[in-house]
């Protein structure tokens, strides 16, 4: 998990200690090397952070749906794991990584065969998903779909 600074993203296992201010974080990472965060910034990379983490069945899949040249097409990523943050948030862990937030991740295939669209809803079928994506029904950024 990364943080936002004037520096750019850092790691937060790479922060020694973070000092709260009124108006920003104070950080030191590294050798002795200092930057500042905003509040905002902070408290998301914190709320992000995985608290628990646990295996994923076999058989889940990130979603990846594109139209190019006018072909509809499917990729996916094998979700190895699923992770809670601390703002109680599920978060899919693949061999991507880990998906950050609900408006990215991408939908979700279980091995039961339904489609979980975070923030929309669930495909009881992955064909109805797949008709909903390829009519244009999904384009939202989660759905990473390429006009």
Not at 85 to 92: F, K, M, N, T, V
Not at 95 to 106: A, H, I, K, L, W
Not at 108 to 122: A, Q, R
Request: contains cysteine.
């Amino acid at each position: 998990m990364f943080v936002s600074t004037d520096d750019g993203e850092i790691p937060l296992s790479s922060i020694r200690t973070a000092v709260r201010r009124r108006d920003a974080v104070t950080l030191v990472y590294g050798d002795d090397e200092e930057t500042r965060a905003t509040l905002a910034s902070w408290d998301q990379a914190l709320r992000d952070t995985p608290q628990q983490v646990f295996p994923a069945e076999s058989g889940t899949y990130l979603l990846h749906a594109a139209v190019e040249k006018g072909v509809f097409a499917v990729s996916r990523s094998k979700v190895l794991a699923w992770c809670i943050s601390a703002d109680r948030i599920l978060y899919p862990i693949s061999t991507e990584g880990v998906n950050g937030s609900e408006r990215d991740t991408p939908p979700v295939l279980h091995p039961d065969g339904t489609v979980d669209v975070y923030g929309d809803h669930t495909y009881d079928i992955y064909q109805f998903w797949a008709e909903a994506a390829e009519a244009g029904l999904l384009l939202k950024p989660r759905e990473r779909l390429i006009a």
